[in-house]
């Protein structure tokens, strides 16, 4: 940078000597070399060069070439202007080479970062690829090593229920042991699937099938549960129609779609299934009056693990791969998948098949079929459950064993839970979070299991619905959660939750977590009971007139003196208005009992009471407040002692 400066220093001495050498020749034209000069000062020195090569030309040719030559004379005015504009011009060139310079510095500054960001964008792409490829092959290793112990499973359990000699509860188990391990069976195939089609190696089986006989099987197995929903549903399907399709993955779309439609139509609602051609194409649209699909979420409906209701309080659970997989298969066929609003709300879901199969492809005349157990698995999971089972074990609890309500959405594990349950107390049962809020604060449990994941009120949520209840502040709370989350269990903690269960959990932890909590509620409910008594006792036996009081001034308890004092009598006056029952109280013992309830103590002793008989009794009292476990004040204890016949002595 110094040489550079220097340079564009040293380039007026340069242009004075060869301007005084040429003269002869260019003479009258005195800045001919300067104005250059300048300029590619400027270029080198930036500003400062600029301005020292201007204010060294316009001096050198003041004096060697202005008339009178060799004198700082000027005998022409106009001389004065030329230097003037001159110098100007030299400011001018400089700022704009000084100001062309920083924004070349910046233009190769961003240049470089736009480099520097590009090359870790491309990092970070090539990163995502591998990752994408490791988690599809995570996927679909993971997916091929839990087919082995679910198959490993899933077999013995058919065997056996193919038996006989099992008992009902042992069916029942069994029965509910194959149906989730079916569940899981087709959890791990969507995973597979998914893998599949991310790394490409999906095919499809084109097989010769009659789409009408087809799409009435497979809606068919829906019947069922329409009828037990009440839910109006109708199959709308042409005379024969032949296509040449993968006949198991159209029965996978057809299977995805109904399920989601049973899941989002209400009781009393409608579902359709329509199957048409329209060209070479075949139409199948299944529709519902369900909440729809918002405009905005149509295209992420068809993404992988994409969940419209997510959070705890979703109503259904699944993997989101369902209508991710319709999209992809009806693609792989060379068809689409798409959703709109259906005519008067709800969701229309729309297949486009080709009819023919590629010119290339094999055609088998048989197609494959989907496995009939995952049909009867999914309408399963679609049914209601009751809601307070029986579940009948070998011992029978007493009437007076502790009450457990079980809140779990999952009617499996429900059903499960409450049948470890009911050999030792008496059970209930909610499905959701707003129906275990309901039936907490009907039933009054002596301890709440619940879920965390619920429709309609989640589990945290119910929690803090129940302790603003004041009859539910001690109830025990214990929190099944399947999600390994230490805020989630430290923010349940700080909600009210006495105790939490991982889940899968032993049920002998189960129970005895369970047995503790409910042994601790009841000697806690015990001691108090004992506490509240004694203070019963001692304010009714208490040798001078006394009474509690809550904030309302409603009896909270009284003593005998008092009721003979104030002759009471035998009346049942816990619960009522002190005012109420003394209506000729003043202003003034109002005034007395605010200030109790503001904390202060206030005492007498010797005042007149003015009976609405007219009687006229001296007291003497104290007003004392009582506080609450968290230092609020209750109410107050009136004391008071009839001394009206000393007065009168």
């Not at 009781?267 to 048409?276: D, M, N, Q, T, Y």
């Not at 008989?613 to 007003?623: C, I, K, T, Y």
Request: net charge negative; glycine share 6%; hydrophobic share 45%.
């Amino acid at each position: 940078m110094n040489a550079r400066l220097a340079l564009s220093v040293l380039l007026p001495f340069l242009a004075l000597a060869l301007q005084w050498l040429l003269w002869p020749w260019i003479a009258p034209f005195v800045w001919f070399l300067f104005f250059p000069t300048v300029f590619f000062s400027a270029r080198l020195g930036g500003l400062w060069g600029g301005l020292a090569s201007t204010v060294l030309s316009a001096g050198m040719v003041w004096y060697f070439f202005i008339p009178p030559q060799l004198s700082w004379a000027v005998d022409n005015p106009a001389n004065l202007y030329s230097v003037g504009l001159f110098v100007i011009m030299g400011y001018l060139f400089s700022d704009t080479q000084a100001r062309l310079r920083r924004a070349q510095r910046n233009t190769e500054t961003a240049l470089a970062e736009t480099r520097i960001a590009n090359e870790r964008i491309t990092l970070l792409y090539q990163k995502t690829l591998e990752l994408d490829e490791l988690k599809s092959q995570f996927f679909a290793n993971v997916s091929h090593e839990l087919r082995t112990p679910l198959t490993l499973i899933m077999s013995p359990l058919a065997r056996r229920l193919a038996a006989t000699g099992l008992s009902p509860e042992q069916r029942r188990e069994d029965e509910m042991m194959l149906r989730n391990a079916w569940l899981l069976y087709r959890h791990v195939s969507d995973l597979l699937d998914a893998a599949k089609l991310e790394s490409g190696h999906m095919v499809v089986d084109y097989a010769r099938v009659e789409l009408t006989g087809l799409v009435r099987a497979m809606a068919s197995q829906f019947d069922s549960l329409a009828r037990e929903k009440n839910i109006a549903y109708r199959i709308d399907a042409p005379s024969p129609l032949a296509a040449e399709v993968d006949g198991e993955k159209l029965q996978r779309i057809l299977l995805n779609l109904l399920s989601n439609a049973f899941k989002f139509t209400p009781e009393g609602g409608c579902i359709a299934v329509r199957l048409r051609a329209a060209a070479s194409q075949a139409v199948i649209e299944v529709q519902d009056n369900g909440p729809g699909v918002p405009a905005n979420l149509r295209e992420a409906a068809f993404e992988r693990f994409r969940q419209l209701e997510g959070g705890a309080q979703r109503r259904f659970g699944g993997t989101g791969l369902g209508l991710a997989i319709v999209k992809e298969f009806a693609e792989l066929h060379g068809g689409s998948a798409s959703v709109d609003e259906a005519a008067g709300g709800g969701a229309l879901f729309v297949i486009r098949l080709p009819l023919h199969a590629p010119a290339s492809a094999v055609i088998q005349d048989t197609a494959s079929r989907l496995d009939p157990l995952i049909d009867h698995q999914v309408v399963n999971e679609l049914r209601l459950p009751a809601l307070n089972p029986v579940y009948p074990s070998a011992t029978q609890p007493g009437a007076n064993a502790a009450l457990v309500l079980v809140v779990e959405d999952n009617a499996d594990m429900n059903a499960f839970i409450a049948d470890a349950l009911s050999p030792h107390y008496r059970v209930a049962c909610a499905f959701d979070g707003r129906q275990g809020l309901e039936r907490a604060l009907a039933l009054q449990p002596d301890l709440i299991l619940s879920d965390v994941m619920m429709p309609l009120l989640s589990g945290d949520q119910m929690v803090q619905a129940l302790r603003r209840q004041p009859e539910m502040l001690d109830v025990p709370i214990v929190m099944l959660t399947a999600k390994a989350d230490d805020d989630l269990r430290v923010r349940l903690l700080k909600e009210g939750v006495q105790d939490y269960l991982n889940k899968p959990f032993a049920v002998e932890e189960l129970l005895a977590r369970v047995g503790g909590l409910i042994g601790e509620y009841r000697r806690s409910k015990a001691r108090l009971r004992e506490s509240e008594e004694r203070l019963r006792l001692f304010i009714e036996h208490a040798p001078a007139a006394l009474a509690m009081f809550d904030c309302d001034m409603r009896y909270l308890a009284v003593s005998r003196r008092w009721m003979d004092d104030y002759f009471l009598g035998d009346r049942d006056i816990i619960g009522c208005s002190h005012y109420e029952i003394f209506p000729e109280i003043t202003e003034r013992w109002k005034a007395v009992h605010r200030r109790g309830m503001a904390g202060e103590v206030v005492r007498a002793e010797a005042d007149c009471f003015e009976r609405a008989d007219g009687a006229v009794q001296w007291l003497r009292w104290e007003v004392r407040p009582w506080r609450t476990a968290d230092g609020a004040v209750g109410g107050i204890v009136i004391f008071s002692k009839d001394i009206t016949r000393y007065r009168q002595a």
